[in-house]
């Protein structure tokens, strides 16, 4: 493949060939068809870092099972408002995803997405938690129909594997919601870009962004590919290259980057290898996080599809290492720390010890540990049906706070005042959120468009600047067609 000619100017580049990239590239290409819209990605194939379907969870993430989207207030009460606000962030995905499969872009929904009821377990004294947050949530109507139950054989029907050698006066709780999903984001991204590719999208893979540079009013962006050097203009650039998107955006020099950090979380995973364990368990499974955890190593119990094949996964086991991306460099970490945020992350090490001292403890466990770690959820697990895969790397955004910094756990998207460049930071609920994301990008970077946007945003995404959860007719009807158009069962 030939370096791209200097002179080459492209109405918007987008870096990273993960699916925040191919959102908004097929968005763009929605709203522009007259846009030339360039994607570049530095690895050779599109979605292999953190949308790939072995690291991440794969939970259409929609507050049906995650506690930690619930915490418990002083008062024994549960907060319920960062699951309605997720919940109804995931709506706008399937609504998207629904639309490019009525209009062909997106060909069999079942590639990249699946029915999997979701479900929350918990023992001994979490039990009242759960019923707490079931009552709160199941009243809810983005969580109707949600089930709750502390009988042992309702759970073990609902999901054998947790009963299976438990001991019978265990206190044990669960919640169950027909409506979950598990999302292949690797497959997903894959299809976006070729859906993207035949609207005039340029995707190259093999070219990896060094700088960007300012050149008036827009941007020059610098990089290198296995030919030669590179070298486009544009006057929009988003970052969306996953850990690899805070060094681009220090590299950017915009104001509004000053003070990020990033605090970079690896991840492991335990695959089931037997297909008898396999087929007992259809369900994702969430539980509490251990104290000082971050939220992406809450551990859950995880049926998976890939392209019609099922799958179980067990974990996430948390872990450390310093680069920002699975196939990154281990100075990533060092190399971010600047001046401006070196107070932030000073701060961040500071308040949070108990994290320091999780992983710690993760790291060095051995294959008999994460085996008794996944006994808490299926106590009859073997070690021989099992096998250990690495998962992706996350970078926690760490940005200024009151006490010096903070450790945000979330996505993160930051623009230049002028809406030239964008990126986006953070992990975990990430890639299910990635409609609304792209969506609050596009109002807060193109704003003289979004009138003449309006009618074709609404088509994409028919509850657009509306929430579903105050209007329950329109919530039935755009649950119901998603539904029958992603090919779902609830």
Known sequence: MSPLPAANRY??????GGVMSATLATMLSQLQPDWSILVLEKLDTVGSESSDMWNNAGTGHSALCELNYTPARPDGTVDIAKAVQINEQFQLSRQFWSFLVEKGVLARPGDFINSVPHMSFVRGGDVEFLRTRYEALSQHPLFAGMQWSDDHAEIGEWAPLLMAGRAPGERVAATRAEAGTDVDFGSLTTSLFAGAAADGVELLTGHSVKDLRRRGSGWSVVGESATGGFQVATPFVFVGSGGGALHLLQRSGIPEGQGFGGFPVSGQWLRCTNPEVIAQHAAKVYGQAEVGAPPMSVPHLDTRYSHGTRALMFGPYAGFSPKFLKKGSLLDLPLSVRPHNLLPMLAVARDNVSL???????IVQSMDQRIEALKVFYPAAREQDWELLTAGQR????????????LQFGTELVHAADGSVAALLGASPGASTAV???????????????????ERLTAMVPSYGTKLSEDRDLLARTFERTRDALQLVA
């Open 11 to 16: 109405d918007a580049v987008l870096i990273g």
């Open 356 to 362: 320091m001292t999780y992983l710690g403890k993760q």
């Open 436 to 454: 609304d994301v792209m969506l609050r990008l596009l109002a807060q970077c193109f704003p003289a468009h979004q009138e003449a946007w309006r």
């Open 395 to 406: 970078v926690q955004v760490i940005k200024k706070g009151p006490r010096g910094g903070v």
